[in-house]
């Protein structure tokens, strides 16, 4: 399998972050398709996942901002996320999961800058 | 935020053990199996352990995970400069009902 992602990487605070990640050479269904960031120098954290037939789970301290959407006909799934501040500035993964977890295919990932 | 503790750095010589540990909660890896991320810088994270102790295909045998009460370790054995690396354990949290990392592990050689 094969995660390609994509999106704007400058934003101005207030703005809403969208990023898409287009999944290839498996199976979409069956699986948990999560979004993960890092913010430069830090550490992991998971922002939520979201299953072939739309049923979402979020991150509660991000739940107010953020929507997973996903288009099986394209095998795409995406992540925007409102409101953006400096805080947001990080690097963005999507990746396949398994219930519980279990992340064994990451995209490239995508550095996301909000800066005025 | 990360609800996991690691140390923030462990070392050795090349050929020695390292084991960096990973603590929780009963919420998390007291009833959830952990996995272990190994993250190179400027890379993506790639899976390196799963179900407290699964090797994916492509992680030697000198690698190993183990998961007790509501901690878990991962242990290198042989240390080798293809090691060094940062090491994330991750659990789901029944609680937050969501995925937690760790705080992350650089691993150096000496």
């Known amino acids: 399998v094969q995660l390609q992602q994509w999106g704007a990487g400058l934003l101005k605070p207030s703005e809403t972050l969208s990023l898409t990640c287009a999944v290839s050479?498996?199976?979409?269904?069956?699986?948990?398709w999560n979004w993960i960031r890092q913010p430069p120098g830090k550490g992991l954290e998971w922002i939520g996942e979201?299953?072939?037939?739309?049923?979402?789970l979020y991150n509660p301290s991000l739940k107010s901002r953020v929507t997973i959407s996903v288009d099986t006909s394209k095998s795409h799934f995406s992540l925007n996320l409102t409101s953006v501040t400096a805080a947001d500035t990080a690097v963005y993964f999507c990746?396949?999961?398994?219930?519980?977890?279990?992340?064994?295919?990451w995209g490239q990932g995508t550095l996301v800058t909000v800066s005025s | 935020q990360s609800v996991l503790t690691q140390p923030p750095s462990a070392s050795g010589t090349p050929g020695q053990r390292v084991t960096i540990s990973c603590s929780g909660s009963?919420?998390?890896?007291?009833?959830?199996?952990v996995d272990w991320y190994k993250q190179v810088p400027g890379a993506a994270p790639t899976l390196f352990i799963y179900t407290n102790n699964q090797r994916p295909s492509g992680v030697p045998a000198r690698i190993s995970g183990s998961r007790s009460g509501t901690s878990a370790s991962l242990a290198i054995s042989g240390l080798q400069s293809e090691d060094e690396a940062d090491y994330y354990c991750?659990?789901?949290?029944?609680?937050?009902?969501?995925?937690?990392f760790g705080t992350g592990t650089k691993v150096t050689l000496l």
């Open positions: 050479g498996d199976s979409f269904s069956g699986y948990f």
């Open positions: 990746a396949r999961g398994e219930y519980g977890g279990l992340l064994d295919s």
């Open positions: 009963s919420s998390n890896i007291g009833s959830n199996t």
């Open positions: 991750a659990s789901w949290d029944d609680s937050l009902n969501g995925y937690v």
């Open positions: 979201i299953v072939h037939s739309g049923t979402t």
